[in-house]
Protein backbone atom coordinates (compact mmCIF):
# COMPACT_ATOMS: atom_id res chain seq x y z
CA UNK A 1 0.00 0.00 0.00
CA UNK A 2 1.02 3.28 -0.90
CA UNK A 3 3.14 4.93 2.84
CA UNK A 4 1.73 8.22 1.51
CA UNK A 5 -2.14 7.66 1.20
CA UNK A 6 -2.02 5.88 3.90
CA UNK A 7 -0.35 8.34 6.56
CA UNK A 8 -2.85 10.76 4.84
CA UNK A 9 -5.65 8.53 5.71
CA UNK A 10 -4.44 8.53 9.60
CA UNK A 11 -3.95 11.94 10.33
CA UNK A 12 -7.46 12.26 8.37
CA UNK A 13 -8.87 9.90 10.90
CA UNK A 14 -7.30 11.10 13.52
CA UNK A 15 -9.03 14.45 13.39
CA UNK A 16 -12.29 12.58 12.36
CA UNK A 17 -12.10 10.50 15.63
CA UNK A 18 -12.12 13.80 17.91
CA UNK A 19 -15.13 14.92 16.22
CA UNK A 20 -17.90 12.04 16.73
CA UNK A 21 -18.83 9.49 18.68
CA UNK A 22 -16.72 6.74 19.15
CA UNK A 23 -19.73 3.94 17.56
CA UNK A 24 -20.04 5.80 14.64
CA UNK A 25 -16.53 6.21 13.95
CA UNK A 26 -15.97 2.20 14.22
CA UNK A 27 -19.15 1.55 12.22
CA UNK A 28 -18.18 3.84 9.34
CA UNK A 29 -14.64 4.71 9.44
CA UNK A 30 -12.84 1.78 10.92
CA UNK A 31 -13.61 -0.47 7.69
CA UNK A 32 -12.27 2.26 4.92
CA UNK A 33 -8.65 1.30 3.42
CA UNK A 34 -6.81 3.74 1.64
CA UNK A 35 -5.89 3.30 -1.69
CA UNK A 36 -3.62 5.58 -3.27
CA UNK A 37 -2.84 9.29 -3.87
CA UNK A 38 -2.32 10.83 -7.18
CA UNK A 39 -2.48 14.37 -8.06
CA UNK A 40 -3.65 15.05 -4.78
CA UNK A 41 -6.44 12.84 -4.87
CA UNK A 42 -6.89 10.27 -2.08
CA UNK A 43 -8.66 6.79 -3.34
CA UNK A 44 -10.40 5.15 -0.22
CA UNK A 45 -11.79 1.36 -0.58
CA UNK A 46 -15.07 1.37 0.93
CA UNK A 47 -16.99 -2.15 1.54
CA UNK A 48 -19.56 -0.75 -0.71
CA UNK A 49 -22.08 1.35 -2.57
CA UNK A 50 -23.97 1.84 0.50
CA UNK A 51 -21.10 2.86 2.63
CA UNK A 52 -20.30 5.83 -0.27
CA UNK A 53 -23.73 6.95 0.01
CA UNK A 54 -23.96 7.10 3.29
CA UNK A 55 -20.52 8.66 3.63
CA UNK A 56 -21.54 11.29 1.37
CA UNK A 57 -25.03 11.75 2.81
CA UNK A 58 -23.91 12.12 6.67
CA UNK A 59 -19.74 12.54 6.74
CA UNK A 60 -19.06 14.93 3.31
CA UNK A 61 -18.78 17.71 5.29
CA UNK A 62 -16.33 16.29 7.87
CA UNK A 63 -14.75 14.40 5.49
CA UNK A 64 -13.85 18.09 3.29
CA UNK A 65 -12.88 19.68 6.17
CA UNK A 66 -10.12 16.42 7.19
CA UNK A 67 -9.03 16.14 3.68
CA UNK A 68 -8.70 20.08 2.97
CA UNK A 69 -6.19 20.18 6.43
CA UNK A 70 -4.19 17.83 5.05
CA UNK A 71 -3.88 17.93 1.45
CA UNK A 72 -4.96 22.07 0.97
CA UNK A 73 -8.12 23.60 -1.29
CA UNK A 74 -7.35 21.56 -4.50
CA UNK A 75 -7.86 18.16 -2.94
CA UNK A 76 -10.34 15.73 -3.96
CA UNK A 77 -11.51 12.12 -2.38
CA UNK A 78 -11.97 9.27 -4.37
CA UNK A 79 -14.38 6.27 -3.71
CA UNK A 80 -13.59 2.82 -4.26
CA UNK A 81 -15.85 0.29 -3.85
CA UNK A 82 -14.98 -3.13 -3.01
CA UNK A 83 -17.12 -5.35 -4.96
CA UNK A 84 -16.44 -9.49 -6.00
CA UNK A 85 -16.72 -10.49 -9.19
CA UNK A 86 -19.72 -13.05 -9.00
CA UNK A 87 -20.36 -12.70 -12.81
CA UNK A 88 -18.24 -15.62 -14.29
CA UNK A 89 -15.95 -15.06 -17.04
CA UNK A 90 -17.96 -11.92 -18.19
CA UNK A 91 -16.11 -8.12 -17.33
CA UNK A 92 -18.34 -6.38 -15.35
CA UNK A 93 -18.05 -2.42 -16.61
CA UNK A 94 -16.86 0.49 -13.94
CA UNK A 95 -18.73 3.94 -14.58
CA UNK A 96 -17.48 7.00 -12.77
CA UNK A 97 -20.18 9.06 -10.76
CA UNK A 98 -19.05 12.66 -10.37
CA UNK A 99 -20.34 13.99 -6.67
CA UNK A 100 -18.65 17.44 -6.78
CA UNK A 101 -15.03 17.05 -6.16
CA UNK A 102 -15.38 13.03 -4.91
CA UNK A 103 -15.81 10.16 -7.64
CA UNK A 104 -17.39 6.84 -6.64
CA UNK A 105 -15.99 3.95 -8.66
CA UNK A 106 -18.79 0.55 -8.82
CA UNK A 107 -19.02 -2.87 -11.17
CA UNK A 108 -22.26 -3.61 -11.75
CA UNK A 109 -23.81 -6.49 -14.56
CA UNK A 110 -26.79 -6.04 -16.80
CA UNK A 111 -30.05 -7.95 -17.26
CA UNK A 112 -32.73 -7.64 -19.99
CA UNK A 113 -36.09 -7.21 -18.08
CA UNK A 114 -38.93 -9.48 -18.23
CA UNK A 115 -42.13 -6.54 -20.46
CA UNK A 116 -45.00 -7.05 -18.74
CA UNK A 117 -47.65 -7.47 -21.94
CA UNK A 118 -50.21 -8.79 -20.25
CA UNK A 119 -52.57 -6.07 -18.59
CA UNK A 120 -55.09 -8.85 -17.07
CA UNK A 121 -52.93 -9.03 -13.97
CA UNK A 122 -54.07 -12.25 -11.48
CA UNK A 123 -53.40 -11.55 -7.55
CA UNK A 124 -52.28 -14.89 -6.28
CA UNK A 125 -53.07 -13.53 -2.72
CA UNK A 126 -56.79 -13.90 -3.88
CA UNK A 127 -59.13 -15.98 -3.49
CA UNK A 128 -61.02 -17.45 -7.32
CA UNK A 129 -64.24 -16.17 -8.09
CA UNK A 130 -63.56 -13.09 -5.69
CA UNK A 131 -62.80 -9.89 -7.24
CA UNK A 132 -60.14 -7.97 -5.66
CA UNK A 133 -57.20 -5.76 -7.51
CA UNK A 134 -56.32 -4.01 -4.27
CA UNK A 135 -53.05 -5.95 -2.88
CA UNK A 136 -52.86 -6.30 0.59
CA UNK A 137 -49.40 -5.63 2.61
CA UNK A 138 -49.25 -8.55 4.27
CA UNK A 139 -47.39 -6.67 7.04
CA UNK A 140 -47.75 -6.86 10.50
CA UNK A 141 -48.57 -3.30 12.30
CA UNK A 142 -46.92 -4.24 16.01
CA UNK A 143 -43.54 -4.89 14.10
CA UNK A 144 -42.67 -1.64 13.85
CA UNK A 145 -39.00 0.64 13.97
CA UNK A 146 -40.54 1.92 17.65
CA UNK A 147 -40.36 -1.77 19.25
CA UNK A 148 -37.16 -2.67 17.43
CA UNK A 149 -34.21 -1.45 19.61
CA UNK A 150 -30.69 -0.45 18.85
CA UNK A 151 -27.93 -2.08 19.87
CA UNK A 152 -24.16 -2.94 18.35
CA UNK A 153 -25.57 -6.46 17.32
CA UNK A 154 -27.83 -4.74 14.98
CA UNK A 155 -27.21 -0.82 14.24
CA UNK A 156 -26.23 -1.35 11.07
CA UNK A 157 -29.08 -3.53 9.60
CA UNK A 158 -31.27 -1.34 11.00
CA UNK A 159 -30.00 2.27 9.74
CA UNK A 160 -30.06 0.41 6.38
CA UNK A 161 -33.29 -0.27 6.92
CA UNK A 162 -34.51 3.12 8.11
CA UNK A 163 -32.43 4.25 4.76
CA UNK A 164 -34.53 2.27 2.66
CA UNK A 165 -37.59 3.17 4.39
CA UNK A 166 -36.40 6.94 3.68
CA UNK A 167 -35.72 5.88 -0.03
CA UNK A 168 -37.17 2.74 -1.25
CA UNK A 169 -35.86 1.87 -4.31
CA UNK A 170 -33.85 4.93 -4.57
CA UNK A 171 -30.61 4.11 -2.46
CA UNK A 172 -27.44 1.48 -3.75
CA UNK A 173 -28.55 -1.00 -1.07
CA UNK A 174 -31.26 -3.06 -3.43
CA UNK A 175 -31.13 -5.77 -2.62
CA UNK A 176 -30.96 -5.04 1.42
CA UNK A 177 -30.53 -8.78 2.69
CA UNK A 178 -31.02 -9.00 6.69
CA UNK A 179 -29.37 -11.95 7.60
CA UNK A 180 -28.54 -13.63 11.20
CA UNK A 181 -29.81 -16.67 12.99
CA UNK A 182 -32.95 -17.66 14.73
CA UNK A 183 -35.35 -14.87 16.94
CA UNK A 184 -32.93 -12.39 16.10
CA UNK A 185 -35.11 -9.76 14.81
CA UNK A 186 -34.90 -10.47 10.77
CA UNK A 187 -38.58 -10.74 10.11
CA UNK A 188 -39.54 -7.94 12.81
CA UNK A 189 -36.80 -5.20 10.76
CA UNK A 190 -38.42 -6.31 7.35
CA UNK A 191 -42.02 -5.83 8.26
CA UNK A 192 -40.81 -2.57 10.34
CA UNK A 193 -39.49 -1.04 7.00
CA UNK A 194 -42.55 -2.40 5.00
CA UNK A 195 -44.57 -0.43 7.54
CA UNK A 196 -42.30 2.90 7.69
CA UNK A 197 -42.71 2.62 3.87
CA UNK A 198 -46.52 2.35 3.77
CA UNK A 199 -46.12 5.60 6.13
CA UNK A 200 -44.36 7.46 4.34
CA UNK A 201 -45.19 6.46 0.58
CA UNK A 202 -48.94 5.57 0.69
CA UNK A 203 -49.54 5.22 -3.06
CA UNK A 204 -46.70 2.66 -3.09
CA UNK A 205 -48.01 -1.21 -3.00
CA UNK A 206 -45.50 -2.98 -0.39
CA UNK A 207 -45.76 -7.05 0.15
CA UNK A 208 -44.22 -9.24 2.53
CA UNK A 209 -44.69 -12.79 1.61
CA UNK A 210 -42.38 -16.00 3.08
CA UNK A 211 -40.57 -17.77 0.59
CA UNK A 212 -42.29 -21.01 1.36
CA UNK A 213 -45.82 -19.42 0.38
CA UNK A 214 -43.88 -17.35 -2.68
CA UNK A 215 -43.06 -21.52 -3.59
CA UNK A 216 -46.06 -22.81 -3.19
CA UNK A 217 -48.07 -19.79 -5.34
CA UNK A 218 -45.30 -20.13 -7.92
CA UNK A 219 -46.77 -24.52 -8.00
CA UNK A 220 -50.09 -23.49 -8.29
CA UNK A 221 -49.74 -20.83 -10.87
CA UNK A 222 -47.65 -23.98 -12.89
CA UNK A 223 -50.36 -26.49 -12.41
CA UNK A 224 -52.89 -23.76 -13.53
CA UNK A 225 -51.20 -22.82 -16.39
CA UNK A 226 -50.88 -19.34 -15.68
CA UNK A 227 -47.03 -18.73 -14.65
CA UNK A 228 -46.75 -15.64 -16.45
CA UNK A 229 -49.60 -14.45 -14.61
CA UNK A 230 -47.75 -14.84 -11.43
CA UNK A 231 -44.96 -13.13 -12.87
CA UNK A 232 -46.76 -10.23 -13.70
CA UNK A 233 -48.27 -9.47 -10.54
CA UNK A 234 -45.02 -9.96 -8.80
CA UNK A 235 -43.79 -6.81 -11.42
CA UNK A 236 -46.23 -4.38 -10.34
CA UNK A 237 -44.79 -4.59 -6.52
CA UNK A 238 -42.99 -1.36 -5.85
CA UNK A 239 -41.48 -3.27 -2.71
CA UNK A 240 -41.37 -6.67 -2.08
CA UNK A 241 -40.35 -8.27 0.97
CA UNK A 242 -39.41 -11.97 0.68
CA UNK A 243 -38.62 -14.17 4.41
CA UNK A 244 -36.80 -17.08 4.75
CA UNK A 245 -35.02 -16.61 1.04
CA UNK A 246 -32.90 -19.84 2.13
CA UNK A 247 -36.38 -21.88 1.17
CA UNK A 248 -35.29 -21.14 -2.12
CA UNK A 249 -32.86 -23.89 -1.91
CA UNK A 250 -32.90 -26.35 -4.46
CA UNK A 251 -35.89 -25.19 -5.77
CA UNK A 252 -34.73 -24.54 -9.11
CA UNK A 253 -37.55 -23.49 -11.01
CA UNK A 254 -38.82 -21.07 -8.08
CA UNK A 255 -35.25 -19.55 -8.31
CA UNK A 256 -35.79 -19.03 -11.94
CA UNK A 257 -38.92 -17.32 -11.70
CA UNK A 258 -37.72 -15.22 -8.81
CA UNK A 259 -34.42 -14.07 -10.94
CA UNK A 260 -37.19 -12.68 -13.41
CA UNK A 261 -38.97 -10.90 -11.19
CA UNK A 262 -35.95 -9.54 -9.26
CA UNK A 263 -34.73 -8.27 -12.49
CA UNK A 264 -37.39 -6.43 -13.73
CA UNK A 265 -38.17 -4.98 -10.13
CA UNK A 266 -34.61 -3.74 -9.96
CA UNK A 267 -34.15 -2.06 -13.35
CA UNK A 268 -37.18 -0.58 -12.81
CA UNK A 269 -36.14 1.24 -9.24
CA UNK A 270 -38.35 -0.55 -7.16
CA UNK A 271 -37.02 -1.98 -3.75
CA UNK A 272 -36.65 -5.65 -2.84
CA UNK A 273 -35.70 -6.43 0.51
CA UNK A 274 -34.75 -10.20 1.77
CA UNK A 275 -34.51 -12.07 5.29
CA UNK A 276 -32.02 -15.16 5.40
CA UNK A 277 -30.70 -17.38 7.97
CA UNK A 278 -27.32 -17.11 6.32
CA UNK A 279 -24.97 -14.97 4.23
CA UNK A 280 -25.15 -15.09 0.43
CA UNK A 281 -21.69 -16.82 0.68
CA UNK A 282 -22.91 -19.37 3.47
CA UNK A 283 -26.32 -20.54 1.18
CA UNK A 284 -26.22 -24.30 -0.70
CA UNK A 285 -28.12 -24.95 -3.65
CA UNK A 286 -28.86 -21.12 -4.52
CA UNK A 287 -27.94 -20.87 -8.59
CA UNK A 288 -25.03 -18.22 -8.74
CA UNK A 289 -26.57 -16.13 -10.73
CA UNK A 290 -29.57 -14.99 -8.29
CA UNK A 291 -26.91 -15.09 -5.18
CA UNK A 292 -24.46 -12.46 -7.43
CA UNK A 293 -27.65 -10.64 -6.94
CA UNK A 294 -28.26 -10.44 -3.53
CA UNK A 295 -24.52 -9.03 -3.57
CA UNK A 296 -25.52 -6.56 -5.45
CA UNK A 297 -26.81 -4.29 -2.44
CA UNK A 298 -26.29 -4.83 1.18
CA UNK A 299 -25.84 -7.74 3.24
CA UNK A 300 -27.00 -6.66 6.94
CA UNK A 301 -25.63 -9.44 9.44
CA UNK A 302 -28.01 -9.40 13.00
CA UNK A 303 -26.12 -10.85 15.42
CA UNK A 304 -27.15 -11.95 19.21
CA UNK A 305 -27.67 -8.40 21.29
CA UNK A 306 -25.01 -7.66 24.15
CA UNK A 307 -26.19 -7.56 27.70
CA UNK A 308 -27.39 -3.70 27.54
CA UNK A 309 -29.10 -4.41 24.46
CA UNK A 310 -30.89 -7.34 25.97
CA UNK A 311 -31.73 -5.15 29.20
CA UNK A 312 -33.49 -2.29 27.46
CA UNK A 313 -35.02 -4.90 25.26
CA UNK A 314 -36.63 -6.32 28.39
CA UNK A 315 -37.48 -2.74 29.49
CA UNK A 316 -39.42 -1.93 26.58
CA UNK A 317 -41.38 -5.14 26.50
CA UNK A 318 -42.63 -4.74 30.12
CA UNK A 319 -42.89 -0.83 29.08
CA UNK A 320 -45.53 -2.00 26.05
CA UNK A 321 -47.60 -4.64 28.56
CA UNK A 322 -47.70 -2.22 31.12
CA UNK A 323 -45.72 -4.19 33.90
CA UNK A 324 -43.48 -3.28 36.52
CA UNK A 325 -40.32 -5.36 37.83
CA UNK A 326 -37.51 -4.86 39.74
CA UNK A 327 -34.25 -3.83 38.27
CA UNK A 328 -32.43 -6.97 39.68
CA UNK A 329 -35.34 -9.17 37.85
CA UNK A 330 -34.66 -8.18 34.95
CA UNK A 331 -30.96 -8.06 34.83
CA UNK A 332 -30.49 -11.97 35.74
CA UNK A 333 -32.86 -12.99 33.27
CA UNK A 334 -31.18 -10.33 30.81
CA UNK A 335 -27.82 -11.89 32.03
CA UNK A 336 -28.87 -15.58 32.09
CA UNK A 337 -30.49 -15.71 28.31
CA UNK A 338 -28.19 -14.72 25.99
CA UNK A 339 -28.92 -16.71 22.65
CA UNK A 340 -31.48 -14.16 20.94
CA UNK A 341 -34.91 -12.01 21.65
CA UNK A 342 -37.46 -14.25 21.23
CA UNK A 343 -35.96 -16.52 23.91
CA UNK A 344 -35.57 -13.24 26.06
CA UNK A 345 -39.18 -11.96 25.24
CA UNK A 346 -40.38 -15.41 26.07
CA UNK A 347 -38.85 -16.09 29.48
CA UNK A 348 -40.42 -12.59 30.43
CA UNK A 349 -43.89 -13.71 29.46
CA UNK A 350 -43.30 -16.93 31.22
CA UNK A 351 -42.68 -14.70 34.60
CA UNK A 352 -45.66 -12.87 34.54
CA UNK A 353 -48.29 -15.58 33.34
CA UNK A 354 -46.42 -17.57 36.44
CA UNK A 355 -46.74 -14.75 38.60
CA UNK A 356 -50.10 -13.93 37.77
CA UNK A 357 -51.89 -17.40 37.54
CA UNK A 358 -50.74 -18.20 40.69
CA UNK A 359 -50.94 -15.19 42.22
CA UNK A 360 -47.21 -15.04 43.29
CA UNK A 361 -44.90 -12.03 43.95
CA UNK A 362 -42.00 -11.77 40.88
CA UNK A 363 -39.23 -11.94 43.32
CA UNK A 364 -35.63 -13.44 41.97
CA UNK A 365 -36.13 -17.00 43.28
CA UNK A 366 -39.49 -17.34 40.88
CA UNK A 367 -37.26 -15.56 38.25
CA UNK A 368 -34.47 -18.40 38.77
CA UNK A 369 -37.14 -21.03 38.95
CA UNK A 370 -38.54 -19.50 35.52
CA UNK A 371 -34.81 -19.41 33.59
CA UNK A 372 -33.83 -22.56 34.58
CA UNK A 373 -36.87 -24.07 33.01
CA UNK A 374 -36.61 -22.17 30.08
CA UNK A 375 -32.69 -22.31 29.46
CA UNK A 376 -33.59 -26.54 30.17
CA UNK A 377 -36.86 -27.12 27.57
CA UNK A 378 -35.12 -24.73 24.93
CA UNK A 379 -32.33 -25.90 21.90
CA UNK A 380 -29.88 -23.03 22.62
CA UNK A 381 -27.33 -21.92 20.01
CA UNK A 382 -24.09 -22.38 21.44
CA UNK A 383 -22.17 -19.02 21.68
CA UNK A 384 -18.86 -18.48 19.67
CA UNK A 385 -17.35 -17.10 22.91
CA UNK A 386 -18.38 -20.41 24.75
CA UNK A 387 -17.16 -22.52 21.59
CA UNK A 388 -13.78 -20.74 22.05
CA UNK A 389 -13.88 -20.55 25.85
CA UNK A 390 -14.67 -24.70 25.97
CA UNK A 391 -11.37 -25.67 22.62
CA UNK A 392 -9.14 -23.44 25.38
CA UNK A 393 -9.84 -24.76 28.22
CA UNK A 394 -9.33 -28.41 26.62
CA UNK A 395 -6.61 -27.63 25.29
CA UNK A 396 -4.80 -26.18 28.53
CA UNK A 397 -4.55 -22.13 26.86
CA UNK A 398 -6.18 -18.91 27.28
CA UNK A 399 -8.58 -17.68 24.67
CA UNK A 400 -6.59 -14.69 24.40
CA UNK A 401 -3.88 -17.13 23.16
CA UNK A 402 -6.10 -19.26 20.83
CA UNK A 403 -7.06 -15.45 18.96
CA UNK A 404 -3.38 -14.38 18.57
CA UNK A 405 -1.86 -14.48 15.53
CA UNK A 406 0.89 -17.32 16.19
CA UNK A 407 1.94 -20.07 14.11
CA UNK A 408 2.85 -22.66 16.91
CA UNK A 409 1.33 -25.79 15.37
CA UNK A 410 -0.93 -26.72 18.30
CA UNK A 411 -2.26 -23.43 18.62
CA UNK A 412 -3.11 -23.07 14.97
CA UNK A 413 -5.35 -26.63 15.33
CA UNK A 414 -6.84 -25.38 17.94
CA UNK A 415 -8.26 -22.19 16.30
CA UNK A 416 -8.79 -23.90 12.89
CA UNK A 417 -11.22 -26.66 15.70
CA UNK A 418 -12.78 -23.68 17.11
CA UNK A 419 -13.80 -22.08 13.74
CA UNK A 420 -15.49 -25.41 12.89
CA UNK A 421 -17.45 -25.96 15.87
CA UNK A 422 -18.57 -22.01 15.41
CA UNK A 423 -19.82 -22.80 11.73
CA UNK A 424 -21.21 -26.44 12.84
CA UNK A 425 -23.20 -25.43 16.11
CA UNK A 426 -23.94 -21.16 15.29
CA UNK A 427 -25.78 -19.30 12.22
CA UNK A 428 -23.10 -17.03 11.93
CA UNK A 429 -21.48 -16.19 8.71
CA UNK A 430 -18.17 -17.30 7.77
CA UNK A 431 -16.70 -13.21 8.16
CA UNK A 432 -18.38 -12.96 11.53
CA UNK A 433 -16.83 -16.43 12.98
CA UNK A 434 -13.28 -14.96 11.64
CA UNK A 435 -13.26 -11.84 12.91
CA UNK A 436 -14.35 -13.09 16.19
CA UNK A 437 -11.76 -16.02 16.11
CA UNK A 438 -8.51 -13.45 15.97
CA UNK A 439 -9.95 -10.83 13.27
CA UNK A 440 -9.14 -13.85 10.80
CA UNK A 441 -11.36 -13.22 6.79
CA UNK A 442 -14.32 -15.38 5.93
CA UNK A 443 -11.73 -17.55 3.38
CA UNK A 444 -9.19 -18.54 6.51
CA UNK A 445 -12.69 -20.06 8.49
CA UNK A 446 -13.32 -21.61 4.93
CA UNK A 447 -9.88 -23.19 5.07
CA UNK A 448 -9.74 -24.52 9.19
CA UNK A 449 -13.55 -26.30 8.35
CA UNK A 450 -11.51 -27.96 5.28
CA UNK A 451 -8.44 -28.44 6.87
CA UNK A 452 -10.10 -29.89 10.05
CA UNK A 453 -11.96 -32.26 7.58
CA UNK A 454 -9.00 -33.75 6.21
CA UNK A 455 -7.39 -34.48 9.33
CA UNK A 456 -10.16 -36.08 10.91
CA UNK A 457 -9.95 -38.92 8.14
CA UNK A 458 -6.20 -38.74 8.95
CA UNK A 459 -5.07 -38.86 11.91
CA UNK A 460 -6.16 -40.55 14.90
CA UNK A 461 -5.25 -38.41 17.85
CA UNK A 462 -6.78 -35.49 15.80
CA UNK A 463 -10.02 -37.47 15.23
CA UNK A 464 -10.15 -37.83 19.42
CA UNK A 465 -10.03 -34.54 19.41
CA UNK A 466 -13.13 -33.66 17.34
CA UNK A 467 -14.74 -36.68 19.34
CA UNK A 468 -14.26 -35.09 22.35
CA UNK A 469 -15.28 -31.26 21.27
CA UNK A 470 -18.35 -31.84 20.13
CA UNK A 471 -19.46 -34.23 22.93
CA UNK A 472 -17.90 -31.25 25.61
CA UNK A 473 -20.40 -28.97 22.97
CA UNK A 474 -23.07 -30.58 22.67
CA UNK A 475 -24.51 -31.53 25.95
Known amino acids: MNVTAQSVWNNCLSFIKDNIQPQAYKTW ?100 GIRNVKIESQLNPNYNFENFLEGDSNRLARNAGLAVANKPGGTSFNPLLIFGGVGLGKTHLAHAIGIDIKDKYPEKTVLYISAEKFTQQYIDSVKKNNRNDFIHFYQIIDVLIIDDVQFFSGKSGTQDVFFHIFNHLHQNGKQVILTSDKAPVDMQDIEQRLLSRFKWGLSAELQSPDFETRVSILKNKLYRDGVEMPEEIIEYVAKNIKTNVRELEGAIISLIAQSSFNKKEI ?86 CKTVDNLSSTDKQFRKYVEDLSKKLSL
Open 363 to 448: TINLAKDIVEKFVKNTKREVSIDYIQKVVSDYFQMDVSTLQSKTRKRHIVQARQLAMFFAKKFTKASLASIGSQIGKRDHATVLHA
Open 29 to 128: FEPIVAVKLTDNALSIQVPSKFFYEWLEEHYVKILKVALTKELGETAKLVYVIKMENTYGNKQPFTEKIPSSNRTAVKSQDVDIPLNNKNPELKNPFVIP
